[in-house]
């Protein structure tokens, strides 16, 4: 990281990510590489995770792993279930205080939804997105 964005790019508690994501959503080149570099890593640590958990003597009925670039990736492949929680453009808008392109790169939300398996639009309560998990779980766990 170091080698390729400077020295500004570390600050005392490790990587600012602050800091790279200024960069790299500037520049397309920069944001490739960075996705070269972290894609690979992250799912061979999410692999590993899923081994380790699999192989408890008691594993739980149901893991559940975020990944905000699932089928941008391919890594839909990697799982039994999708669920997708969308929300409306301006509230996203209005969770994020600072405005950037990176949703230009998504695949639109109507794509995503036609394919999970299961799909929520997040505009509600933080109760009604509770009772929509709580649903998906009882349903996966059953």
């Not at 520049?27 to 081994?51: G, I, T």
């Not at 990736?73 to 279930?81: I, K, L, N, P, S």
């Amino acid at each position: 990281m170091v080698e390729r964005f400077g020295t500004d790019v570390i600050g005392s508690d490790g990587a600012d990510r602050a800091k790279i994501a200024e960069i790299v959503f500037r520049d397309p080149d920069h944001l490739d590489w960075l996705e070269e570099l972290l894609h690979p890593l992250v799912v061979r640590e999410n692999l590993a995770w899923r081994a380790e958990v699999e192989s408890r003597p008691e594993p739980p009925p149901l893991t559940v792993t975020e990944v905000p670039l699932l089928y941008e990736t391919g890594a839909d492949q990697r799982f039994d279930v999708v669920v997708v929680i969308t929300a409306p453009d301006e509230l996203r808008r209005a969770r994020r205080p600072q405005a950037d392109d990176r949703e230009q790169r998504l695949i639109p939300d109507a794509e995503k939804v036609a394919l999970a398996d299961y799909a929520y639009v997040n505009d509600g309560t933080p109760e009604e997105l509770d009772a929509f998990v709580g649903g998906v779980v009882a349903q996966l766990t059953a």
